[in-house]
């Protein structure tokens, strides 16, 4: 049974930083592509970043880029974001999903879900 689980949310001013974790259980870590999504009040679900395991990273919003890292240790089944000069326009509930392919910014591309952790930015 593939478990994902994210950690690491929280209240910050603007202007902070947070690190997001994510592990992944039941699935062969190598193989996936992780990503992160966020999903702000009465928006829709969108993708930030992901990483395949080659390392190769595809940003899906143009905005974090400079501010928001992810990185993975695959000998932990983590991925992480980096999130540094946080806005308040960040504010929303991120969540961490794997495929079993190449990135994609589609979140029904995914079959695989964390349950989302929250990130509050204050001005």
């Known amino acids: 049974q593939v478990q994902v689980v994210e950690s690491g949310g929280g209240l910050v001013q603007a202007g902070g930083s947070l690190r997001l974790s994510c592990t992944a259980s039941?699935?062969?870590?190598?193989?996936?592509?992780m990503s992160w999504f966020r999903q702000a009040p009465g928006k829709k679900r969108e993708g930030v970043e992901c990483m395949w395991s080659s390392g190769d990273i595809t940003y899906f919003i143009g905005s974090v880029k400079g501010r928001f890292t992810i990185s993975r240790d695959n000998a932990k089944n983590t991925v992480y974001l980096q999130m540094n000069s946080l806005k308040p326009e960040d504010t929303a509930m991120y969540y961490c999903?794997?495929?079993?392919?190449?990135?994609?910014?589609?979140?029904?591309?995914?079959?695989?879900w964390g349950q989302g952790t929250q990130v509050t930015v204050s001005p």
């Open positions: 999903a794997a495929r079993n392919a190449d990135c994609s910014g589609r979140d029904d591309a995914y079959p695989y």
């Open positions: 039941g699935l062969r870590f190598d193989d996936y592509a």
